[in-house]
């Protein structure tokens, strides 16, 4: 055939091939790009995540989850189909699955979708009504779905961009080495590219980025925050630290909590003004120096002729729940000194990543300097030593301390509130529980030493078991998720799914491998926003806990309840 005949049956447009439907085309482009395996385990762990977990979730939690669970389903499809291939050892690539497979995905998704989101409103029905929580409105529902699939299609490009350069840098080993070392040797190469990266590159700016944001919150003052015109609060006159040092939770810690009028008007009779003492991280330049900068201060104030001095470990930001030291000073007619030192200015949970070292330290120095002057007061003149914190901040109060024995050895009692599975001594005691006690409230040694509540009735669990003076108390949620949430429930069943679900968990409410650790991940960001009672959310219970743990001279169950109106956690 002549060379011009050839050019003109290739360039002919007398009969142009008809334009495939717009349909068509995007189905076609979705099969060449996509694993089909991936998109039907994507959506059955988008299916999975819509299942109840510890918290209700608003539509930006449940919309994220579902995202990060199907990206998950879809990895797993991926790998799976590649190790099919990859045991079969074809030699002629596989045929992509019909269009018609993938209309038939579709359809079941969409149907299947519709019934697992009508499940989703009779669950987050059910648990916002135990909780006293709003239900969601009809909108909740179109902006999971909205939400779930920009975050899927953000994920999905972001991992078939990492993909398309491992197989890039493959192709050009494959010229020099066999094909199963060159993706090999370029899956291991992005790798540590992207972990060098992330680590070295991106995880710097964004903590220095983190750091001057929430050091710059920290700079800033509450609405109820004033400088203390008493010589008794860090900040206020004579003080060895300045009031601008104290950090933004010092300054509030210092300005609140009852006076010494407030305290005489509820006991009816004669106070003390209570003494607050507080290091912030401007206050001195290391763990240590502050430590010993905080006890200056309660020498400074006379804190060691009170009747009682507590040792408040703070959380990430240096907040203290205010129900604590309040309680304790009516309880004792402000013969008290409340001393507290902040570590960070992060987040507890972004503290707890990066600064959970730190909270150790200050714990530990804390207490110890505190400790090594009340030893060296004659016994019969010291005051009593009681440590407490909620959740990062019971993990800063447990580090001085090796066992539940020898806390109570070297304190006079503890109150341990929204505890972290990194908590040592909490971990310990939880798994070594008495038989029959389930992992919600556990009991530990007949309860000797050491009781573990949800609420104040369970202050008598045993029942008629003795309990020493000095007593320690675990104040803990089954709807907690700081307290529940672990790395091993990516792969590992906990305890409190695998026995009796707690008083305000949900039966529904299942393991699912993957799933079930982001679900609790993400109640941890809405943890105290559920009323008291639920959740990282802790306030009413804990004057009756310290009651039971000090058994207060003088003091009734009527004044407790008369304290309650009282208290505020912020």
């Known amino acids: 055939m002549p060379a011009d005949e050839a050019v003109e049956v290739d360039t002919d447009e007398s009969s142009p091939t008809p334009p495939r439907p717009h349909l068509s085309r995007w189905i076609t482009a979705y099969r060449k790009h996509l694993s089909f395996t991936g998109a039907c385990l994507a959506t059955v762990f988008f299916w999975f995540s819509v299942t109840p ?177 008493s010589s008794l609060k860090s900040g206020g006159p004579g003080s060895l630290v300045s009031w601008a040092s104290l950090g ?16 005489a008007a509820f006991t009816g009779r004669r106070a003390k003004e209570p003494i607050r003492v507080y290091v912030g991280v401007d206050s001195a330049p290391d763990i240590d ?37 309040d309680t304790l000073e009516y309880m004792y007619g402000g013969d008290t000194a409340t001393v507290s030192m902040q570590y960070s200015t992060l987040p507890s949970w972004l503290s707890f990543v990066v600064d959970q070292e730190r909270a150790r330290q200050a714990g530990r120095a804390l207490f110890e300097a505190v400790d090594k002057l009340v030893r060296a007061i004659p016994e019969a003149r010291r005051p009593m030593i009681v440590v407490y914190g909620e959740s ?95 790395p091993e429930l990516v792969l590992g069943k906990p305890d409190w799914l695998s026995e009796a679900r707690g008083p305000d968990v949900l039966d529904a409410t299942e393991w699912i491998p993957f799933v079930t650790f982001l679900q609790v991940l993400a109640d941890m960001a809405v943890a105290a926003d559920v009323p008291d009672g639920h959740g990282h959310n802790y306030l009413a219970a804990i004057p009756k806990a310290w009651d039971r743990i000090l058994e207060p001279p003088g003091w009734t169950d009527a004044d407790t309840d008369r304290l309650l109106p009282r208290l505020t956690r912020d």
Not at 248 to 263: E, I, K, Y
Not at 289 to 314: H, N, W, Y
Not at 464 to 470: E, G, I, Q, V
Request: charged share 15%.
């Open 53 to 229: 977990s510890l918290l209700p979730r608003g539509p930006l939690f449940q919309g994220i989850v579902g995202a990060c669970a199907a990206a998950v389903g879809y990895c797993l499809g991926v790998f799976c189909s590649w190790l099919a291939r990859y045991l079969v050892s074809r030699t002629r690539p596989w045929r992509h699955p019909p269009a018609a497979a993938w209309i038939g995905l579709g359809v079941v998704g969409a149907v299947v979708t519709s019934v697992m989101l009508y499940f989703f409103s009779v669950w987050q029905d059910e648990l916002r009504d135990m909780m006293g929580v709003q239900r969601l409105a009809w909108t909740a529902y179109p902006e999971i779905l909205s939400i779930a699939v920009g975050v899927f299609a953000l994920i999905l490009v972001v991992g078939q961009a990492w993909g398309a350069l491992v197989r890039l840098l493959s192709r050009r080993l494959a010229r020099v080495v066999p094909p199963r070392i060159s993706a090999g040797v370029s899956t291991l190469a992005v790798i540590l590219v992207s972990v060098f990266f992330i680590n070295g590159v991106l995880s710097p700016y964004v903590m220095d980025g983190l750091n001057s944001t929430f050091a710059a919150v920290n700079e800033e003052s509450t609405p109820d925050s004033a400088p203390p015109e």
């Open 248 to 263: 933004r939770m010092g300054r509030a810690f210092v300005s609140t909590g009852p006076s010494r009028r407030d305290v």
């Open 289 to 325: 120096t502050a430590a010993d900068l905080a006890v200056r201060e309660l020498v400074r104030t006379g804190a060691f002729d009170r009747k009682l001095i507590g040792i408040a470990s703070a959380t990430g930001t240096g907040w203290v729940n205010r129900a604590n030291p």
């Open 392 to 486: 990062l901040g019971t993990f800063a109060a447990e580090s001085p301390f090796g066992s539940i024995p020898t806390m109570a050895a070297r304190t006079d009692g503890a109150l341990l509130t929204g505890p972290t599975f990194s908590n040592t001594l909490w971990h310990d005691t939880t798994n070594n529980r008495d038989r029959g006690s389930p992992a919600y409230l556990p009991v530990y040694e007949d309860g000797g030493q050491v009781r573990f509540i949800t609420d104040p009735a369970d202050l008598d669990r045993p029942a008629d078991a003795p309990w020493p003076k000095t007593r320690i108390v675990y104040l803990q949620h089954a709807s907690d998720p700081i307290a529940w949430w672990s």
